[in-house]
């Protein structure tokens, strides 16, 4: 396969530490560009990480004719925005998480989604640990999955964080509720009908800190979770089903390389002596993430997430959003 010929929006840390250290690696990848508002910070991260080109604006790096392919890890309020521009100048784009803020903003990606390749970057679902799990569900092993139950947290409360920003997306529902709500559309293989949400707001920053919700996938099927952006720092996805149990041990942010673990309990002993754990081999999965994405620009077969699941992921979120302000159980619109 012909080399996809990626940019990057920004000098944001997921993309610095995580992301591009991963696509710098692939066979399938050219990392040519990284735009920032600041020339300097660009050149910087450029000459860190061996990228070629370096702007100070990311209207040049999409105005590149080069750049086949954008990443988008703007913050939040910025995703659809630079989507749309870069999906204008004929880019595919792979756009962080959430894609929008609501599924009406994310509904302005249709037009566009039609011309070029938009998705939104979740990239546990490339970790082989996720494709497991979903395969051991299929498989019966626990029986019929009844509940899924999801914990994320982590302790940060500076208010110069993106995440602690009312006004650009910031909060616990967006950065991680959306992995939770993943997870059990995930592992259902559904959608659910109707949710509510108990939300606790920091009364300084305005976002919520913590958010749990219930979230109703009909024929018995229920999503439990509790996100909070100030609590300590902890993650586990587990699935309770007729038979048996299976639990994801690190779910969301698997170390690069890490040999990950799912435990499988099909005994049901209450000390846990029945659990077996199995070792699911070392992955990169922005790497998996972004050499998927590459693979479907070149019309190569594998797995994609277009823009109607990105919505079905928005108009969770919003539902969440409307049973916080009405306290009372909200449909899926
Ligand atoms: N998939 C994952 O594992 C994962 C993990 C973490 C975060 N994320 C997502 O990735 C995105 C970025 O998160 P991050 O933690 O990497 O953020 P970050 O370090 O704060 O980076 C955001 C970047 O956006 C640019 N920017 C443009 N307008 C800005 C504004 N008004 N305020 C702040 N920054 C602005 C800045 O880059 P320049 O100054 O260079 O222009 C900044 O470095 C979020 O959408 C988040 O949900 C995903």
Known sequence: ?????????????????????EMLASPLIELRAIASRSLPAAEAAAQQLGIPRAYGSYEELLA???????????PNHLHVPLTLQAAAAGKHVLCEKPI?????????????????????????????????????????????????QVAFSYFNDDPANIRNQAAIGG????????YA??????????????????????????TDRSTSALLDFGAGRQLAFTVSTQSCPYQRVQVLGTRGRLEIRIPFNAPRGGAMQIALDEG????????????LPAAEQYRLEAE??????????????????????????????????????EDIA
């Open 268 to 279: 049901g002993a209450l000390d846990g002596s029945g659990v077996q754990v199995e070792t």
């Open 64 to 74: 590149d004719p080069e750049i086949e392919a954008v990443y988008n890890p703007l």
């Open 100 to 148: 929008a803020l609501s599924a009406e903003e994310a509904a302005t990606l249709r037009a566009a989604a039609g011309r070029v390749r938009i998705e939104e970057a979740f990239m546990v679902r490339h970790h082989p640990q996720w494709q497991r799990a979903r395969e051991l569900v299929r498989a019966g092993r626990i029986g019929t999955p009844r509940a899924v």
């Open 171 to 178: 909060g616990a529902l967006y950065d991680i509720g959306c």
């Open 292 to 329: 998927a994405f590459s693979r479907l620009v070149r019309g190569e077969p594998g797995p994609g997430y277009g823009l109607d699941d990105a919505l079905a992921q928005a108009r969770v979120i919003d539902a969440l959003w409307r049973s916080e302000r009405s306290g009372r159980w």
């Open 181 to 206: 709500i993943l997870s059990g559309r995930w592992l259902f293989e559904a959608e659910p009908r109707r949710v509510v949400a108990l939300v606790d707001r920091d009364p300084a920053l305005g």
């Open 1 to 21: 396969m012909r080399k996809v010929v990626w940019g990057v929006l920004s000098t944001a840390r997921i993309g610095i530490e995580k992301v591009l250290p």
